[in-house]
């Protein structure tokens, strides 16, 4: 492991792994039931299948939700009731997720750090409201060599019409495919991305030959009624009243988000479940 001045907005100093891989990418998660391994090639680009989410801030408890409701009937007493009769508090929470009085969600924040390919980026950023986000920049830092390979758990044929379609697992063949197509692709454009920058073009001019497949990061931050509404856009899942059908490498980021902010707010994420997985 080395340590380098990698430049960027605020001149950061990042610490880097084995094939320029930041110290985060290395430390990947379990995804689809399994621990991935990032693969480093011999030409030193790394595949991944997988995506990072780790919650690196939050101020986020129930009990936010309670003493802003709370404050409608109670004043500056709101404080004092959190404690009492805890029945209620669930009460209340079920019947704020229920009737949709949203705004007792919003006094909460909770900070991820993601990696992610940038297509997911695209996605994630569509995302408006009761969002901040902070992303790693192709014009002041040397983008790493690190793309997106789909794993054999990955869906990989679309059947049915734009709007009404199902994924349906891909052949052995299919996948080899895919693997093979994507990861000579990646070191084409990645070799020209070099080349560029060895012949003194600004990074972010030489970034217009990589695609959406390379991993970036950023820090996204939310409270709880935003990420609601992400996840009942970004997953699927039996519980939802109005189904989504988001791609499956975002969702694979918004499974994540969610166990992280289930165990923070057990209460409002079971209400939430509970009123079909619709954001009040
Ligand atoms: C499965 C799926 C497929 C998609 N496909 C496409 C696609 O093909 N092309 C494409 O461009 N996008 C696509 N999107 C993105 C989608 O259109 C939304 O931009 C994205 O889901 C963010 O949702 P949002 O606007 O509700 O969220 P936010 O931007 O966070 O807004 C939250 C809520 O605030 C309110 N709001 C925000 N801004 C306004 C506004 N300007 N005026 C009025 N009310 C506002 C709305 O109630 C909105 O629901 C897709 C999304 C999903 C989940």
Redesign the pocket.
Known sequence: MSEKIVGGFFGVRSRTGPAGCPVRWARTTEVMGRTPTPVTTPESLTFRSDVTVELVKSSASDADVLFAARVSTAGEQSLDELKKDPERSKGLINYLMRDRHGSPFEHNSMTFFISAPIFVFR?FM??????SYNEESGRYRELQPVFYVPDTARKLVQQGRPGKYVFVEGTPEQHATVSGTLEESYRQAYASYQKLLDEGVAREVARAVLPVGLFSSMYATCNAR?LM?FLG??TQHELAKVP???QREIEMVGEKMEAEWAKLMPLTYAAYNANGRVAP
Not at 126 to 131: A, I, S
């Open positions: 996605e569509r995302h408006r409201v009761g969002w935003s509404h856009l970004r989504s059908f988001p």
